[in-house]
């Protein structure tokens, strides 16, 4: 039983900044690896990021170089750094949160990214 809440989003201008956080609840010593999915209006979910209690870093093509995941996937608590932002990076974010039992896994509510100018 675990419970994600993610809060940052906002709307930033293109080229902007911004820094998503996300908190685990409930039972946290039950998580693997947590990371970030988005959302964009008409489109399927999309990977955006991932890290695992071990160490493990990985990022989606589309958001390498701009976007860094950070934070302690043991601890409940990870971040998303997005520098650079585009238009195509408009979303809802939603943080994702693995258990160590395989195919168990939690979704935050989500948190509204807008890039515009």
């Known amino acids: 039983q675990v419970q994600l809440t993610e809060n940052g989003g906002g709307l930033v201008q293109p080229g902007g900044s911004l820094r998503l956080s996300c908190t685990a609840s409930?039972?946290?010593?039950?998580?693997?690896?947590m990371g970030w999915f988005r959302q964009a209006p008409g489109q399927q979910r999309e990977y955006v990021a991932r890290?695992?209690?071990?160490?493990?870093?990985d990022y989606a093509d589309s958001v390498k170089g701009r976007f860094t995941i950070s934070g302690d996937s043991a601890k409940g608590t990870i971040f998303l750094q997005m520098n650079n932002l585009r238009p195509e990076d408009t979303a809802v974010y939603y943080c994702?949160?693995?258990?160590?039992?395989?195919?168990?896994?939690?979704w935050g509510q989500g948190t509204q990214v807008t890039v515009s100018s």
């Open positions: 409930g039972s946290i010593s039950s998580i693997y690896d």
């Open positions: 890290t695992s209690r071990d160490g493990y870093i």
């Open positions: 994702t949160a693995n258990h160590v039992v395989p195919g168990r896994n939690y």
